[in-house]
């Protein structure tokens, strides 16, 4: 039976012991929290703080989403980052596609202890991205490529049309950020489907190129694009919680220098 999509936010507060640890998450392009909300459920039950912001212009209209820039979607998460450092000892950064590219930013300019993403989207294959910027003039939408879900009556909740300024924007993004990962010093834990009709094995080279820090990739064999609504999910949630695990272990044993980097971002 196919769930309604939700589109409201996700917050968990943190229930764990020891360091508190937060996790800020990101949905994907033109979608909800909906398409993660499960991933976020499986950390807040784990005991880890967890939020999960709607994205501007998302859940409400395509039409509203062309008049958003991807300033402000970055600014969503880099608030809900925000809010959680204030609370944290330390916090991962978390993203499914576009979102992932959102968590790979925020890994890039706030002390992260790692970071998570499912099929990050950092090149744009469509050959329509070259002209983009003159064809938003000309066209306003085309038909989106939602619901990549190799699993059955799932829906990611995302519009059923691309608002084609908001594609330039999505360029943009990936142009801005893209120059920001050698600043990535935290490992990176990836989930890469090896179906995916969305975004190409492009976006992965370039981040294993660009990233100097550790980079893991775990392959789903059993998924296509949004893998958090899919047959893989429950390795991504278990994969996650392992990871931050392990990487919490590794800061204990090596002395972090997180807290003091963060100390110097609030001073």
Do not use: C
Not at 61 to 82: F, K, L
Not at 179 to 208: C, G, H, K
Not at 227 to 247: M, R, W, Y
């Amino acid at each position: 039976m196919k769930m309604l999509p939700d589109f409201s936010p996700f917050l968990s507060n943190w229930t764990g012991s020891g360091p508190r640890v937060g996790v800020v998450m990101s949905h994907g392009f033109t979608g909800s929290p909906h398409s993660v909300r499960p991933w976020a459920e499986h950390l807040a039950a784990a005991g880890y703080a967890v939020r999960v912001p709607l994205l501007p212009g998302h859940g409400t209209t395509w039409q509203d989403m062309a008049t958003r820039s991807w300033r402000e979607w970055h600014r969503a998460v880099d608030d809900a980052y925000r809010e959680l450092a204030g609370e944290s000892d330390f916090v991962f950064a978390a993203g499914l596609s576009m979102g992932g590219t959102l968590a790979l930013r925020i890994a890039a300019t706030r002390p992260v202890a790692g970071t998570i993403v499912v099929n990050p989207g950092l090149v744009l294959d469509d050959p329509r991205a070259v002209i983009v910027a003159a064809l938003k003039y000309v066209l306003k939408s085309t038909p989106a490529i939602a619901n990549d879900i190799l699993k059955p009556d799932q829906d990611e909740g995302a519009y059923s049309r691309t608002p084609v300024a908001a594609a330039h924007e999505l360029k943009k993004m990936y142009k801005d950020t893209a120059a920001l990962l050698p600043r990535i010093t935290s490992p990176v834990r990836v989930f890469r489907s090896t179906v995916d009709n969305v975004i190409s094995n492009a976006s992965l080279e370039f981040l294993r190129a660009r990233v100097q820090a550790p980079v893991d990739v775990t392959y789903l064999s059993n998924s296509h694009h949004v893998a958090t609504l899919d047959n893989d999910a429950p390795e991504i949630f278990t994969g996650t919680v392992d990871f931050i695990q392990k990487t919490m272990a590794a800061l204990a044993g090596n002395g972090s220098s997180l807290e003091k980097d963060k100390a110097d971002e609030q001073a």
